[in-house]
């Protein structure tokens, strides 16, 4: 059963740190692509952070550049996300999703994803 499930999630002020983690199970992180998106209340749900799993190529968008680091650990099947230096604006929930790799191309958008976890809370408070 392919399965996404998300943690490290919670309130931190601006200016923190918080590691999200992606449990992976049902398939292999090394045949897959991941990313990382996160949606604001009133919002469309936007990418982030992506990953190729087998090479670990990423991607990342301008509002996670410089601060967010993407990551894969193929033997313990895990996806992170690696925020620094928070702001208010990336309150959201975050989701991890995943496609299988036909392009070697890390970014994709939401539709691409066949998979996702059901998102863990972040609030930034200023």
């Known amino acids: 059963q392919v399965q996404l499930v998300e943690s490290g999630g919670g309130l931190v002020q601006a200016g923190g740190s918080l590691r999200l983690s992606c449990a992976v199970s049902?398939?292999?992180?090394?045949?897959?692509?991941f990313g990382w998106f996160r949606q604001a209340p009133g919002n469309e749900r936007e990418g982030v952070a992506f990953?190729?799993?087998?090479?670990?190529?990423?991607d990342y968008t301008e509002s996670a550049l410089g601060r967010f680091t993407i990551s894969a650990d193929k033997a313990k099947n895990l996806v992170y996300l690696q925020m620094n230096d928070l702001e208010p604006e990336d309150t959201a929930v975050y989701y991890c999703?995943?496609?299988?790799?036909?392009?070697?191309?890390?970014?994709?958008?939401?539709?691409?994803?066949?998979?996702w976890g059901l998102g863990t809370q972040v609030t930034v408070s200023s």
């Open positions: 999703a995943a496609r299988p790799v036909t392009d070697g191309i890390p970014g994709a958008g939401v539709g691409a994803h066949e998979y």
């Open positions: 990953i190729v799993g087998r090479d670990g190529s990423t």
């Open positions: 049902g398939f292999s992180v090394d045949y897959y692509a």
